[in-house]
């Protein structure tokens, strides 16, 4: 089972930037992919952005493309969410997920393909 521990949650101000970050230990072995998803109150947790560990392809959510950034560090098993010009409707609960086995990047998107969650990290964008 792999353990996944998010951070770098907080309150920060409308067009601000924050850095999320989940760091994965336990069974990391056949890693394959990690994502952020994210749900406001009384909404469905909805997907934010994915990456692979081998080759780092990425996938985005159109609503964050282009104000948001993921990477990985390999070597300390660690995913990063890079957020900029942060908005109201970016106010959530940010989780991470880990994929072990190969699926189409397609489906990363999918809450369902996921093996592992994180407990939450919240963001609250202020005006």
């Known amino acids: 089972q792999v353990q996944l521990v998010e951070s770098g949650g907080g309150l920060v101000q409308a067009g601000g930037s924050l850095r999320l970050s989940c760091a994965a230990s336990?069974?990391?072995?056949?890693?394959?992919?990690m994502a952020w998803f994210r749900q406001a109150p009384g909404k469905e947790r909805e997907f934010v952005a994915a990456?692979?560990?081998?080759?780092?392809?990425?996938r985005y959510a159109d609503s964050v493309k282009v104000r948001c950034t993921i990477a990985r560090d390999n070597a300390k098993i660690t995913v990063y969410l890079q957020m900029a010009s942060l908005k109201l409707e970016d106010t959530a609960v940010y989780y991470c997920?880990?994929?072990?086995?190969?699926?189409?990047?397609?489906?990363?998107?999918?809450?369902?393909?996921?093996?592992?969650w994180g407990q939450g990290t919240q963001v609250t964008v202020s005006s």
């Open positions: 336990g069974r990391t072995i056949g890693r394959y992919a």
């Open positions: 997920a880990a994929r072990s086995n190969w699926v189409p990047e397609s489906s990363l998107r999918l809450k369902v393909v996921y093996d592992g």
């Open positions: 990456i692979t560990w081998s080759g780092g392809s990425t």
